[in-house]
């Protein structure tokens, strides 16, 4: 199992930036996915959920509004467009397989919002 973020950067409040996690060695589509943050000096914080089909969303109340969770099954990636950029949303941000846990995760994309 292989998952590999990218898309992360550095970018002023109020900014937009997209996520990718390209997945490999499983069968992606059977599975939930996840976006999972940390803060410096924070631990771990769920971000979003998206369903096997991409029917199915979930969001922390932080994001909920700005971030929209997707997946595309026939390219085997996972997104995250994230809109209204706050400071508070500088981390690393991971992709990570659900199956009522999380099993496996990315290496982490890092995503500065600063002025």
């Known amino acids: 199992v292989q998952l590999v973020e990218s898309g992360g950067g550095m970018v002023q409040p109020g900014g937009s930036l997209r996520l990718s996690c390209a997945a490999s060695g499983f069968t992606f589509s059977s599975y939930d996915m996840s976006w999972v943050r940390q803060a410096p000096g924070k631990g771990p914080e769920w971000v979003s959920r998206?369903?096997?089909?991409?029917?199915?969303?979930y969001y922390a109340d932080s994001v909920k509004g700005r971030f929209t969770i997707s997946r595309d099954n026939a390219k085997i990636t996972l997104y995250l467009q994230m809109n209204s950029l706050k400071p508070e949303d500088t981390g690393l941000y991971y992709c990570?397989?659900?199956?009522?846990?999380?099993?496996?995760w990315g290496q982490g994309t890092q995503v500065t919002v600063s002025s």
């Open positions: 990570a397989r659900w199956r009522g846990f999380y099993d496996y």
């Open positions: 998206i369903d096997t089909g991409g029917g199915n969303t």
